[in-house]
């Protein structure tokens, strides 16, 4: 991986900045032991195996008046105890460091997403079939005074995508934007948006280079117990192959905060949209129920798509409850003819439950499930999870948990069905 385009020399910025007491460092250390029923995921000829699985994660904020950072990361290493597959490192990181460099004037900003996807979608989530990604994004930003409610914003942003294995999705992008932020009051803001893109991939990939131009308003709404955030606009492709896409841009956010103890969200947008961007915004992929360095749910290349979808969020958390559920549904359908098999549509769900059974410890269950409907091919997958899990704040630092999990896929189309039985105890330290 190319290890200098990554959120490290921000991070020595944040650490070193004059502000840096400001910052906060918290982190967690666990091991676990872990063991499966069927590891290589196969439909019929199944491995059990035992692993030991050494974890840290943190989660460093920094609100300094030179530097504003926001990074969690987490990496773990798998050890194979039977020799089923070779050892391995997995990683993930997603943060932003905006460093004031004129203040009210002039802003740098970094942005890394670090993520573990699929090679093949199609394909068992085995190690053999994972590869690590990375898009990171630099570029300054400025600012001024247009009136005393308006503001101006100029964006210039350099963005490296990369893939450990795919390498057609590798590519090199150079963006630029203009933003005109009205102000209507102390809770309301109206946005005029011009954006610009040059797209140009490292190696002769089946996906042409392109530029991407976009023009949208955006309307942003902050109350106590609400926020909308939404834009509507228009967006144009040119392709150095000579075609040509366009389409409507359309995106809304809300969350609502109906009680102290529940809450609702909605997202809801229509886009051109490709997996470098996807993976910047943040996978859209449900947490695995072991915890850990989540698998994504992106097709890994370089090929454009528009994407529709709607999401669904409640949450709910009292002294002896805690509930999270989220529903989707995705379209997506690919711009290159040669791209279309991997066109879908995509709807899940997942719910997460507890019971504080006494103040420290805590029993849960879990469930979620995505289904893909490819539209050639005949081939429609759904991967299914379903566990229980308890666990135990023993002090301030020290606790531990414990999970039982299934996991299922149903595949129709080919031999890829199977289904997994785990069982996995952890010691946590946390700071």
């Known amino acids: 991986m190319r290890l200098h385009r990554t959120l490290a020399p921000a991070l020595l910025l944040a650490l070193a900045s004059p502000g840096a007491l400001a910052l906060r460092l918290d982190y967690t250390v666990e091991l676990g032991y872990l063991h499966s029923d069927n590891i290589n995921l196969s439909a019929t000829d199944p491995v059990d195996e035992n692993l030991l ?10 609100t300094g008046s030179a530097v504003r950072a926001e990074v969690n990361g987490l990496l773990e290493y798998r050890d194979y105890l039977g ?5 391995e490192f997995r990683s993930t990181l997603d943060g932003s460091v905006d460093w004031t460099l004129i ?18 979608l199609r394909l068992p989530d085995t190690p053999g079939n994972l590869q690590q990604t990375n898009v990171f994004a630099t570029g300054p930003t400025f600012q001024f005074r247009l009136a005393s409610n308006v503001t101006g914003l100029a964006e210039l942003r350099y963005t490296d995508s990369y893939a450990e294995e795919s390498s057609d999705f590798n590519s090199n992008r150079f963006s630029g934007a203009l933003r005109g932020l009205f102000e209507l009051d102390s809770t309301r803001r109206l946005s005029a948006n011009i954006e610009a893109a040059d797209i140009n991939y490292d190696s002769n990939s089946a996906q042409s280079d392109y530029k991407r131009y976009a023009g949208y308003a955006g309307y942003v709404q902050k109350l106590s117990a609400l926020e909308l955030d939404a834009a509507l606009g228009y967006s144009y492709l040119d392709f150095d192959n000579g075609e040509r896409a366009r389409g409507p841009l359309a995106r809304l956010k809300l969350d609502w905060r109906a009680s102290a103890q529940s809450s609702f969200g909605l997202s809801v947008f229509r886009e051109f949209s490709d997996a470098a961007t996807t993976l910047a915004a943040g996978n859209a992929a449900f947490a695995g129920g072991l ?73 849960g269950v879990l469930a979620e499930t995505t289904r893909r409907d490819y539209r050639t091919g005949a081939v429609d997958t759904r991967d299914s ?3 229980a899990y308890l666990r135990q704040q023993m002090s301030r630092h ?22 997994e039985n785990t069982a996995y105890v952890r010691v946590i330290y946390t700071r």
Do not use: C, Q
Request: glycine share 12%; charged share 25%.
């Open 53 to 62: 699985i050494p974890r840290v994660g943190f989660h460093l904020n920094e």
């Open 83 to 87: 020799g089923a597959f070779g050892n």
């Open 103 to 120: 203040p009210e004037r002039m802003k740098w900003t970094f942005t890394d997403a670090l993520g573990l996807n699929p090679i093949n």
């Open 291 to 363: 915890g850990g360095v989540t698998i994504g749910g992106a097709t890994i290349s370089p090929d454009v798509y528009k994407d529709t979808r709607v999401e669904l969020r409640y949450a709910l958390n009292t002294a002896r409850i805690s509930l999270g559920t989220a529903v989707f549904a995705d379209t997506i359908r690919y711009e290159r003819s040669g791209a279309t098999d991997s066109d879908r549509n995509e709807h899940g769900a997942r719910i997460d439950l507890g019971f504080n059974l006494r103040p420290n410890l805590t029993l």
């Open 385 to 387: 999870l379903y566990g």
């Open 398 to 419: 020290w606790g531990w948990r414990i999970d039982l999990n299934r996991s299922e896929r149903h595949s129709d189309g080919d031999d890829l069905s199977y289904d």
